[in-house]
C-alpha cells in the first residue's frame, strides 16, 4: 500500500446537492465512464507488434549471412518491446492496487457516517458526566472548604483558606465551560451527519482536543505540565482544548494550594485540623474524578480520529512512474521503428520472404503507438479519484447521498476484481 488506511479518516466529505434525477443520470454516466477506463495489461497492438519483431529476430539469428550487427540491432528492438510491455504491466498492477485503495477509502467513509450516531451519544454522555462531576465537586470539597472558612473566621488562618476559595470557585466555572464547549462539539458532529460533509478543520478540532487532554491527563497525575515543544507551537483555537487544559491546571493549582494552607495551619496551630483532612481528602478524590474525565475525552477523541478516513498518496505513481513511462514510450517506438527501418534492406537481401513481416510492422507500429498513449491516458484517469479526492465529477469524496456512496463502493469493487482477473492473464 501507499500507506495503511489507518487511523483513519482527512476530512473532505461532501454533502449532496441538486436533483436526484440529475444525479441519478450522472451516476450512470460516471459508472460506464470508469468501464471504459478498464485497461487490459498490455495492448493486443502491442503484443501483435512485439511477435512481429521476436519472429524476424528469431529468422535473422538463424541466418550466417546476415551481420552480427544486424542480428544485435534487432535483438534489442525485441527487447525494448518487451521492456515495454513489463511497464505496462507493473503500471497496471498499481493501477489495480489504487482501484483497491479506493474501493477502501469508500467502505471506510460509509463506515464514518454510519458511526456517527453513535459517536454523537457518546459525546452527549461524555458531557452528562461532565456536569455530574461539577455537582458532585459543587456538594462535597467546595461546601466543605466553604465551612472551614466560617469555621476560621476571625483567626490567623482565616485568610490562608479564603485565598484557596477563588481556585474552587474556578474549577465549579470551568466544569461547566468544558461542558459547553464539548456541547458545540456535539453540534458540529450533527451538522456533519445531517450534510455528508466533513472539513479539514472538523478533523484539526479534535486534534486540538486530544493534545489538550494528554497535557491535562499529564498534568493531573504529575502535577507538572508537559515539557515545552521543540518548536513553538500556535495557540489553540478551540474552546475545548482551552478550557480542558485551564481546568486541569486549575485543579492542581488549587491542590497546591490547599496542602500549602495546610502546612501553614498546623505550623500555626501545632495540630492537624480534623475538617482540613477531611477536605483534602473530599478534594483528592475529585481531582481523581476530573482526571477519569478528562481521560474519557481523550479517548473518545483518539477513537474519532482513527475513524476519518485518509487517500493514501499516489506522488511516485503520479509524479514520476507514469509520466516517466508515457514520455519515453514514444520516443522507444520511434527508436525501434528507425532501427527496423535501417536493417531491413539488410535482412530482405538475404530472407525476402520476411517481407510481409516487414510490411506488417509498418502497419502495426503506428497503431500499437496509439494504443499506448491510449494506455496512459487511462491509466492516469484510473488513479484520478484519489489523486483529486475532492473533484466535484471524479474524485472519490465528490457529492453523494449515502445510497451513492455504497453504490459507488461496489462499482470499485467490481473494478478492483476485474483489474485483479486482468493481470492474471
Not at 148 to 158: C, T
Not at 318 to 338: C, M
Amino acid at each position: 500500500m501507499y500507506r495503511t488506511l489507518p487511523t483513519y479518516l482527512p476530512a473532505f466529505m461532501r454533502g449532496n446537492s441538486g436533483g436526484s434525477a440529475a444525479t441519478g443520470s450522472y451516476h450512470h454516466n460516471a459508472a460506464r465512464s470508469w468501464e471504459e477506463l478498464s485497461p487490459q495489461p498490455v495492448p493486443e497492438n502491442l503484443c501483435e507488434l512485439r511477435g512481429i519483431v521476436a519472429d524476424i529476430s528469431h529468422a535473422v539469428d538463424q541466418s550466417p549471412y546476415i551481420s552480427a550487427q544486424v542480428k544485435a540491432s534487432i535483438r534489442e528492438c525485441t527487447r525494448k518491446l518487451e521492456a515495454e510491455c513489463a511497464t505496462l504491466r507493473h503500471l497496471t498492477q498499481l493501477a489495480h492496487r489504487a482501484a483497491t485503495d479506493a474501493s477502501n477509502v469508500l467502505r471506510w467513509r460509509i463506515r464514518f457516517f454510519d458511526a456517527l450516531d453513535e459517536r454523537i451519544l457518546e459525546l452527549s454522555q461524555l458531557r452528562a458526566r461532565f456536569v455530574d462531576s461539577r455537582r458532585a465537586f459543587h456538594q462535597q470539597p467546595s461546601n466543605l472548604l466553604a465551612g472551614e472558612i466560617r469555621n476560621a473566621r476571625g483567626r490567623i488562618h482565616d485568610g490562608l483558606l479564603s485565598g484557596v476559595k477563588p481556585l474552587f470557585d474556578k474549577i465549579d466555572k470551568y466544569y461547566n465551560e468544558v461542558n459547553v464547549s464539548l456541547r458545540v462539539e456535539e453540534e458540529c458532529l450533527k451538522k456533519i451527519r445531517s450534510s455528508l460533509r466533513v472539513a479539514p478543520d472538523d478533523k484539526r478540532r479534535w486534534e486540538l482536543i486530544r493534545d489538550a487532554c494528554m497535557e491535562a491527563s499529564n498534568l493531573l497525575t504529575t502535577g507538572t505540565p508537559l515539557p515545552p515543544p521543540h518548536m513553538p507551537q500556535p495557540v489553540p483555537n478551540n474552546k475545548a482544548a482551552r478550557n480542558i487544559k485551564v481546568l486541569a491546571k486549575t485543579v492542581t493549582d488549587a491542590s497546591q494550594g490547599l496542602l500549602q494552607a495546610h502546612r501553614n495551619i498546623v505550623d500555626l496551630t501545632q495540630h492537624p485540623q480534623f475538617g482540613l483532612l477531611r477536605l483534602q481528602s473530599e478534594y483528592e478524590n475529585g481531582v481523581e474524578t476530573c482526571r477519569q474525565r478528562i481521560g474519557e475525552v481523550l479517548q473518545f477523541s483518539e477513537h474519532f480520529l482513527r475513524s476519518f478516513v485518509e487517500v493514501p498518496p499516489l506522488d511516485d505513481f503520479r509524479d514520476h512512474l507514469l509520466p516517466t513511462a508515457a514520455a519515453s514510450s514514444s520516443h522507444n517506438l520511434q527508436e525501434v521503428s528507425r532501427q527496423m527501418k535501417n536493417n531491413a534492406p539488410a535482412v530482405l537481401g538475404v530472407l525476402p520472404q520476411l517481407n510481409v513481416h516487414f510490411a506488417r510492422f509498418d502497419r502495426c507500429l503506428p497503431i500499437a503507438d496509439k494504443s499506448k498513449q491510449c494506455m496512459y491516458t487511462k491509466l492516469q484517469g484510473l488513479v484520478q479519484p484519489l489523486e483529486q479526492p475532492n473533484d466535484p465529477h471524479q474524485g472519490v469524496f465528490r457529492t453523494m447521498r449515502p445510497v451513492q456512496l455504497r453504490e459507488e463502493q461496489r462499482i470499485w469493487r467490481g473494478l478492483e476484481e476485474q483489474w485483479a482477473a486482468q493481470l492474471q492473464i
